[in-house]
């Protein structure tokens, strides 16, 4: 069994920073990808950012220049910092784990529960 536990949301003032974390623990052979999405009221969940093991990233448009993905390999945790943010980024932003289970070998996804970034003044 595989979990993604996120933390690090909160409120925010317009231009602040956040960061998120996202630590997976569990049976993992090998991670593939891991990955920020957020989803707004009312919206479908969108790609924020993602990381393959190698290192190559993806950003949506809406964020690049302000969200950085990072990843500490050692502790399995994935980070999302969020610098001038915008009214418009508060969603719920979830974590993502594409990976090689234990000891079967099966690629499998598993999401994290999401953490509630709101900001406003």
């Known amino acids: 069994q595989v979990q993604l536990v996120e933390s690090g949301g909160g409120l925010v003032q317009p231009g602040g920073s956040l960061r998120l974390s996202c630590a997976a623990s569990?049976?993992?052979?090998?991670?593939?990808?891991m990955g920020w999405y957020r989803q707004a009221p009312g919206k479908e969940r969108d790609l924020v950012a993602t990381?393959?093991?190698?290192?190559?990233?993806t950003y949506a448009d809406s964020v690049k220049g302000r969200f950085t993905i990072s990843r500490d390999y050692a502790k399995n945790t994935l980070y999302l910092k969020m610098n001038s943010l915008k009214p418009e980024d508060t969603a719920v932003y979830y974590c993502?784990?594409?990976?090689?289970?234990?000891?079967?070998?099966?690629?499998?996804?598993?999401w994290g529960q999401g953490t509630l970034v709101t900001v406003s003044s």
């Open positions: 569990g049976s993992i052979f090998r991670i593939n990808a």
């Open positions: 993502n784990l594409d990976y090689v289970s234990a000891p079967s070998l099966v690629n499998l996804g598993v």
């Open positions: 990381m393959t093991t190698g290192g190559t990233t």
